[in-house]
């Protein structure tokens, strides 16, 4: 059974840092694409950056580029997303997720094999 788990969210002023870390259970993790995806409510879910197998490949969002940073650590099979200069419209429930695709593939399709239950980040005042 593949189990996904997302921790580190929670509420940040603007300006600020979080770091989200996702570890992932019932698969070869260095296997697999893993990435990130956020919904806000009332918006469309967003695929906001993913990483290769091997971490030598990566894709981000244009709306976090630059302010975003994925990585990977396939000895502790663990998944992290640096979020710095946040902004309040990077407020959302984010999301893990991993993918057998590439990750080319994965962000022309949208959407991952499995995913967590997702952490809340705030940016707010």
């Known amino acids: 059974q593949v189990q996904v788990a997302e921790s580190g969210g929670g509420l940040v002023q603007p300006g600020g840092s979080l770091r989200l870390s996702c570890t992932a259970s019932?698969?070869?993790?260095?296997?697999?694409?893993m990435g990130w995806f956020r919904q806000a409510p009332g918006k469309e879910r967003e695929v906001v950056s993913c990483?290769?197998?091997?971490?030598?490949?990566?894709l981000y969002a244009d709306s976090v580029e630059g302010r975003f940073t994925i990585s990977r650590d396939n000895a502790k099979n663990t998944l992290y997303l640096q979020m710095n200069s946040l902004k309040p419209e990077d407020t959302a429930m984010y999301y893990c997720?991993?993918?057998?695709?590439?990750?080319?593939?994965?962000?022309?399709?949208?959407?991952?094999?499995?995913w967590g239950q997702g952490t809340q980040v705030t940016v707010s005042s």
């Open positions: 997720a991993i993918d057998r695709g590439s990750c080319h593939e994965t962000w022309a399709r949208g959407d991952f094999d499995y």
């Open positions: 019932g698969v070869t993790f260095d296997d697999y694409t």
């Open positions: 990483i290769s197998w091997s971490g030598g490949n990566t």
